[in-house]
């Protein structure tokens, strides 16, 4: 169960006002609204609803929780931003919440100079100097933490640059539980630089999750599958199954996206979308 994320200017907002809904019941529109990641993404740009965008998209909502519940413009920190997908989705949205939004990359691509950044930090998080120099309402780590050998280690590194009550927010491909290592396994062997190396089960979110001292507030599954380029993406009924799918079973399909808090005693808790428990949930890490 999920908030309604409809904008509203900070005068209009009310934590009493954020309503419980179903990940499939998100607002789908936004994705129709983002013409240049389509242009970069996709082969048919056309596409209404593709399903390859829900990485952004779930970040999207996730942040806007953020500001609907702390009522103030965010201080943003996002790691990996390739071409600055991210931060132009959101502007595309029409999001401008935020003070600072800060992009570090190990790689700077030319695009960033143009997507409005605050700053633009050029570092190797694997680096033993690697650091932050401020602390910051929300961290992205959107499809990155899968390129890193010890991304439990990173993320618990990063918990000492949020806010009291800050968020890391992120999404990878997803891999059930007993397939986990042999997959991780499988893909180290044949890696290339900035490949994949680290594999994900739901399991292994929260376990990361608990090492780094927070709580796993949202986690769900993305899609059952993706035919990318197709007419079906222009369906909101296929795209709003995806999404049920993913919210059911989050250890099959394709992708995961989540949300950590850094307080131990989170005061608003958004449920995930399952109308499970995590513990009954195990049920379907197959």
């Keep these: 169960m999920k908030t309604n994320t409809t904008l509203k200017s900070k005068n209009e907002i009310s934590s009493k006002e954020l309503k419980k809904?179903?990940?499939?019941q998100w607002d789908l529109e936004?994705?129709?609204k983002q013409h240049w990641i389509k242009s970069i993404f996709l082969?048919?740009?056309?596409?209404k609803y593709p399903v390859k965008l829900l990485r952004y998209w779930f970040t999207f909502h996730l942040i806007q929780q953020e500001y609907e519940r702390l009522g103030r413009p965010l201080k943003v920190c996002e790691i990996g931003v390739d071409r600055g997908q991210m931060l132009?989705?959101?502007?595309?949205?029409g999001f401008s919440q935020y003070v600072e939004w800060t992009a570090v990359d190990v790689i700077i691509q030319p695009e960033l100079e143009t997507v409005?950044?605050?700053?633009?930090?050029?570092?190797?998080?694997?680096?033993d100097n690697f650091s932050l120099t401020q602390k910051y309402d929300v961290i992205i780590t959107?499809?990155?933490?899968?390129?890193?050998?010890?991304?439990?280690?990173?993320?618990a590194q990063l918990r000492n640059f949020l806010t009291h009550e800050g968020v890391v927010i992120g999404g990878f491909p997803v891999t059930p539980n007993r397939f986990e290592a042999w997959w991780e396994d499988r893909l180290r062997a044949k890696a290339k630089p900035f490949?994949?190396?680290?594999?994900?089960?739901?399991?292994?979110?929260?376990?990361?999750?608990?090492k780094a001292g927070m709580e796993t507030e949202f986690l769900s599954g993305a899609f059952l599958m993706r035919k990318s380029d197709s007419f079906i993406e222009n369906s909101k009924r296929w795209m709003k199954f995806n999404l049920w799918f993913g919210s059911k079973f989050p250890s099959v399909g394709g992708e995961i996206y989540w949300k950590l808090r850094k307080s131990a005693k989170?005061?608003?808790l958004y449920p995930a979308l399952f109308l499970m428990g995590f513990s009954e949930m195990a049920l379907f890490e197959l």
Excluded: C, W
């Excluded at 132009?88 to 949205?93: C, H, L, R, T, V």
């Excluded at 409005?116 to 680096?127: K, L, S």
């Excluded at 490949?195 to 608990?210: C, I, Q, T, W």
């Design 21 to 24: 809904l179903p990940t499939h």
């Design 88 to 93: 132009k989705f959101m502007k595309d949205s």
């Design 266 to 268: 989170v005061i608003k």
């Design 195 to 210: 490949g994949h190396v680290s594999v994900f089960s739901p399991k292994r979110v929260r376990k990361m999750a608990n």
């Design 43 to 47: 082969r048919n740009s056309k596409s």
């Design 142 to 155: 959107l499809h990155f933490l899968e390129h890193l050998f010890q991304p439990e280690k990173f993320v």
């Design 116 to 127: 409005g950044y605050t700053h633009v930090v050029h570092a190797n998080v694997e680096a």
């Design 30 to 32: 936004v994705l129709e």
